[in-house]
């Protein structure tokens, strides 16, 4: 079946450091990939998606490229800040408008001053 | 406001008593989701529903119970509360997406609850 499978956390970064985290999926047909992010506290957040192969989302910094080649959508950001400790998600859709969205395991992230 | 909404946010019960959890969007969007969130395993799904009064089973339905009789409403049940239920419940919504795809899900505050 469908699945997504994150890096395993916590990543712990100091500011202003190069940020990837790794986001590989298994699906039929032609999913949309999401990254959620969710802040302490808080519900999730979509931070950038893309719905099909080569698109490049981005958002606030971040960025990922839909690679079906490799079945990947790892997240980047070239500067990191305090204010991006949280956890992120990857996520797909499943094939055939049943609404639902696959999510990794999350992968928590902490920057340091 | 304008949203999507849970309460209560925050909620202590004991074993074998019954829990609602609400949600409510006032988007009109067609699918509703609740997932529960625990440590190692992330987000998991527990029912769904595509429009009123049609719902289904996720990857975690036992022990939970849904209804949707309105668009904008989709509570979550726990008919006897067990110590394995207590987690952070998030509901979700999304419009019907295009190509056969879903569309983006917009996520409550969560529901904390705790049963002892």
């Known amino acids: 079946g469908d699945s997504v499978t994150q890096m395993e956390g916590p990543v712990t970064l100091s500011e202003e450091a190069f940020l990837t985290i790794n986001c590989t999926y298994t699906?039929?047909?032609?999913?949309?990939l999401f990254w959620y992010v969710q802040y302490p506290g808080e519900g999730l957040q979509l931070l950038l998606k893309?719905?099909?192969?080569?698109d490049k989302g981005s958002n606030k910094g971040f960025e990922a490229t839909y690679r079906k080649e490799t079945t990947s959508f790892h997240l980047e950001k070239g500067s990191v800040q305090v204010s991006d400790s949280a956890v992120y998600f990857c996520?797909?859709?499943?094939?055939?408008?049943?609404?639902?969205?696959?999510f990794g395991q999350g992968t928590t992230l902490q920057v340091k001053p | 406001d304008a949203g999507i909404t849970q309460s209560p946010r925050y909620k202590i019960t004991e074993t074998g008593r019954q829990v609602t959890l609400m949600c409510h969007q006032t988007?009109?969007?067609?699918?509703m989701f609740w997932y529960r969130q625990d440590l190692g395993h992330g987000l998991r799904l527990i029912y769904y529903s595509a429009a009123a009064d049609i719902t289904d089973k996720g990857e975690v339905p036992d022990g939970y119970v849904v209804s949707r009789s309105k668009t904008e409403n989709f509570p979550l049940t726990l008919e006897s509360a067990t110590r394995s239920q207590t987690s952070v419940y998030f509901c979700?919504?999304?419009?019907?997406?295009?190509?056969?795809?879903?569309?983006?899900?917009?996520f409550g505050p969560g529901t904390r609850l705790t049963v002892l």
């Open positions: 699906a039929t047909g032609y999913p949309s």
């Open positions: 988007w009109s969007h067609s699918y």
């Open positions: 979700a919504s999304s419009e019907t997406g295009t190509s056969g795809t879903t569309d983006t899900q917009y």
């Open positions: 996520a797909l859709s499943t094939w055939g408008n049943t609404g639902k969205l696959i």
């Open positions: 893309a719905t099909k192969a080569d």
